[in-house]
């Protein structure tokens, strides 16, 4: 069981918007701004998409973005294209120099 | 551009060690934190641990008791060593570098290990 809950799921038509939710405790996603989130296709390495929180690493399409509200964060990838279509993964800093506690992944489907 | 290959064995039985290497191509291990993160089949990502150039390290404290963690500056390599494999071990291993806090922006092609009797 994964220390961070993700929806399983979701799925949005090409162009439209989509928001994925990554929940933890205080402990982690709402005691620090260390929150990322990776894309990652089938039968390859995950891609960092966004880094403290709301920020992208060069590179990455501005159809991305990361926000966070109490022990929840979410990614909201606008503009859905055909190539969104993956797997995503949100990590947070978990404290006591726990660098890694990651959620279980949400399969977005581009409809 | 800087890119991590890994390599290590494949198949191994129940007890045995699990050993990997990642190397450093087009940088240098010098000013990052190098990581190793795994992903059971069909699974999410689980963080193993860290190394720094000088040797500093952390470990996942679920992991820590079977992780050990090593770097060879004069390759430019990083090496992961886990005893008393069993089947939950079974997974793809990858290497990557941190950028900040929580956070792997550049991530080896992955290394596919099973155990199993």
């Known amino acids: 069981q994964s220390a961070l809950t993700q929806p399983p799921s979701a799925s949005g038509s090409p162009g439209q918007s989509v928001t994925i939710s990554c929940t933890g405790t205080?402990?982690?996603?709402?005691?620090?701004?260390?929150v990322s989130w990776y894309r990652q296709h089938p039968g390859k390495a995950p891609k960092l998409m966004i880094y403290?929180?709301?920020k992208r690493p060069s590179g990455v399409p501005d159809r991305f973005s990361g926000s966070k509200s109490g022990n929840t964060a979410s990614l909201t990838v606008s503009g859905l294209q055909a190539e969104d279509e993956a797997d995503y993964y949100c990590?947070?800093?978990?404290?006591?120099?726990?660098?890694?506690?990651f959620g279980g992944g949400t399969k977005l489907t581009v409809l | 551009q800087v890119q991590l290959q890994q390599w290590g064995a494949g198949l191994l039985k129940p007890s045995e060690t699990l050993s990997l290497t990642c190397a450093v191509y087009?940088?240098?291990?010098?000013?990052?934190?190098w990581n190793w993160i795994r992903q059971p089949p069909g699974k999410g990502l689980e963080w193993i641990g860290e190394?720094?150039?000088?040797?500093?390290?952390n470990y996942n404290p679920s992991l820590k008791s079977r992780v050990t963690m090593s770097v060879d500056t004069s390759k430019n390599q990083i090496s992961l060593k886990l005893t008393s494999v069993t089947a939950a071990d079974t997974a793809v291993y990858y290497c990557?570098?941190?950028?900040?806090?929580?956070?792997?922006?550049?991530w080896g092609q992955g290394t596919a290990v099973t155990v199993s009797s």
């Open positions: 990557a570098r941190r950028v900040v806090v929580a956070a792997y922006g550049l």
């Open positions: 190394i720094n150039h000088s040797g500093s390290t």
């Open positions: 403290e929180v709301s």
């Open positions: 205080s402990s982690d996603v709402g005691g620090y701004n260390y």
């Open positions: 990590s947070s800093y978990g404290g006591n120099n726990n660098l890694g506690v």
């Open positions: 087009g940088g240098s291990l010098g000013g990052y934190y």
